[in-house]
């Protein structure tokens, strides 16, 4: 009886296998335990209305973030600058808001940037072995034994600094990393059955490694470039307080703090600095909760 | 051990040639040189483009790339540094001066993030669900999202500002040079560093104890009849600390480098500051030297991790 119930269990199963009912359940369980996942659900939603919020800023503030008004200098928060003014007469909500603008374009395209060098270099010398692969990994060797902040400091001194300066130099110390992940993926796909026979079938190496290979390992991807956003999000406002980062007119997270340096400031004028302060926790919180997630969901080891 | 030791010291010497080099060149890329910053901007005018040629001549900047590289890495070898070029001070001198500013403040924020970490996580690993337990959590990722300089800022304006404990930065008041007079001012920059770095600390012990205490050889002294704390941190703890070592001799590097940001907060005269001024008046040969030191620091912690984790853990063969 029981064995019975059984075979027709594989039977349905078999049938829908044949009729390609089955994929869809796959992508739907990765998201099933995104969602089961609290933590990475208000990540997502924080993430979400903060970049609403700083990439239509013009919606939600009427102040520019240059604009310059010295009769309201240093005003406390009050109904027509919600969160008062800086020095000068900026307003802060809105430097928060279009600071943000900047703040999350060089940490998304720095990560992206980087996972794009990395993980195609990755992938392909990883795949393929050889002179590329232990040249690239010996440079990468070197660039991980500095200290990130040395690192980097160096780099913006000798390009000088600017936005896309520092999107550069972010790029630049931040593949390695991506390749070293990529790599030691692909050398454990490697190893699968399935690539042997795509190689007995004689497919080109760089499909097999794109097409066949790349996909499996995207779920650590993903999970790195997240992580990455939120490091090299801090690293900015770390630069930026330093005074190597992106010059000090445009508004960035970073620099808005930057000016509790003045110690008046720190004491007198908690809302100037205060909450870009907040803010940037908070964000850089909402990703690793979205990472985290992201690394649960894409490991299948994992049952949810 | 010893022969995987000298093996990989050998090792190191080829790497830190690459580095050398490699900095050398990055140097060599930036705008300006030496003379640019030597003489004020309201002086320059008085002087001819012959004189200002004839100082690059006495400074050596007008050699050709390799000698001037050759020239830097024989000085290195005889414990010759260079000397800063905006005042002419030995490199030496100016590290000597810094390094035991920057080691006090490191090594006591070291000391506390991994006492104050590991003790923590032990304690958040043991009432695993516990109230306690999920609070730490929730600071230590708010530790681990908090830019590290916002920390300092909000650690003076309650410190400082607001309680009127301590004082707001430097490392003595003029003419207080014993330890305990110093004591203040060490007390909210190391704190400051080491709470930051405590949280990693304490995430990695708990889960790795946690880890540890599923196995099986954990059972097995249970079975034998110890008692629970025997189990828990005699068995337990000295495998599950293996990964914190690893941890900790990875940060050993921020002895020089990673306090950069904090001295910074706190106008720590260390090597940091020191580091950060080099860097803004392009003063090649002092960061040249710095960002040298620490990545030869990077890499013997990196070794040193090796051996303590071949020391702790018994599986562990080096190869």
């Keep these: 009886m029981r064995k019975k119930s059984l075979s027709k269990k594989m039977d349905t199963l078999l049938y829908k296998e044949n009729k390609g009912l089955l994929k869809s359940s796959n992508k739907s369980r990765v998201l099933r335990k995104i969602l089961a996942n609290k933590l990475a659900v208000v990540g997502a939603i924080i993430f979400i209305l903060m970049v609403i919020l700083c990439y239509g800023a013009p919606l939600f503030t009427d102040y520019s973030p240059t604009a310059i008004d010295l009769r309201n200098r240093l005003v406390p928060p009050n109904s027509t600058h919600i969160l008062g003014t800086d020095k000068i007469g900026h307003d802060m909500w809105a430097r928060i808001l279009y600071g943000g603008r900047i703040s999350i374009f060089i940490g998304f395209g720095s990560a992206v940037g980087a996972a794009l060098i990395g993980v195609s270099l990755g992938t392909y010398a990883g795949y393929r072995g050889g002179m590329l692969d232990s040249v690239v990994m010996k440079f990468s060797e070197i660039m991980m034994s500095f200290p990130q902040i040395i690192l980097v400091s160096i780099i913006v001194a000798i390009t000088g600094q600017s936005l896309w300066n520092l999107i550069f130099i972010f790029i630049l110390t931040g593949w390695p990393g991506m390749y070293r992940m990529a790599r030691s993926q692909m050398l454990s796909i490697r190893e699968e059955e399935y690539i042997q026979a795509l190689q007995a079938f004689g497919i080109k190496k760089s499909i097999i490694a794109f097409k066949h290979m790349l996909p499996n390992a995207i779920g650590p991807i993903f999970v790195n470039i997240t992580l990455s956003t939120a490091m090299f999000i801090l690293q900015e406002s770390s630069l930026s307080f330093l005074g190597l980062g992106v010059p000090m007119e445009v508004a960035t997270w970073g620099n808005i703090i930057n000016v509790a340096q003045d110690l008046t400031i720190l004491r007198e004028a908690l809302w100037v600095w205060l909450p870009a302060g907040i803010v940037i926790t908070v964000f850089v919180m909402a990703i690793n909760f979205i990472g985290d997630g992201l690394r649960d969901a894409a490991d299948p080891t994992q049952v949810g | ?319």
Aim: aromatic share 10%.
């Design chain 2, 1 to 319: 051990m010893l022969n995987y030791i000298l093996r990989k010291l050998l090792g190191l010497i080829p790497m830190t040639l690459i580095i050398s080099f490699m900095m050398f060149v990055g140097i060599e890329l930036m705008p300006g040189d030496a003379v640019d910053y030597l003489i004020p901007p309201d002086a320059l005018s008085t002087v001819s483009a012959e004189e200002l040629d004839a100082m690059r001549l006495e400074l050596g900047l007008k050699d050709p790339f390799l000698v001037r590289y050759g020239n830097w890495l024989v000085d290195l070898v005889h414990g010759d540094f260079g000397y800063s070029i905006q005042s002419g001070v030995p490199v030496k001198d100016l590290l000597a001066k810094t390094i035991p500013a920057t080691l006090e403040l490191s090594i006591a924020a070291l000391i506390f993030s991994t006492i104050f970490g590991s003790f923590l996580g032990v304690i958040s690993a043991l009432h695993k669900g516990s109230i306690g337990d999920n609070t730490l959590t929730v600071f230590g990722m708010v530790g681990v999202a908090i830019p590290q300089f916002l920390f300092g800022l909000i650690m003076i304006l309650l410190f400082v500002f607001k309680l009127n404990w301590l004082p707001v930065g430097g490392r003595m008041f003029p003419g207080n040079t014993q330890f305990y007079q110093r004591l203040n001012h060490l007390i909210l920059p190391a704190v400051t560093l080491g709470l930051s770095m405590a949280a990693g600390v304490m995430r990695y012990s708990r889960s790795s104890l946690l880890d540890s205490l599923n196995k099986d050889y954990i059972k097995t002294a249970r079975s034998k009849g110890l008692s629970e704390w025997r189990v828990n941190l005699i068995h337990g703890l000295r495998v599950a600390m293996t990964p914190v070592v690893v941890l900790v001799g990875f940060r050993l590097p921020m002895l020089i480098g990673g306090s950069v940001v904090i001295e910074q907060v706190f106008q720590w005269p260390g090597v940091g500051q020191l580091f950060v001024k080099s860097i803004r008046s392009q003063n090649t040969p002092v960061f040249m030297m710095i960002a040298f030191f620490d990545v030869i620091v990077v890499l013997l912690s990196s070794i040193l991790v090796d051996v303590v984790t071949a020391l702790l853990d018994p599986r562990v063969k080096l190869s």
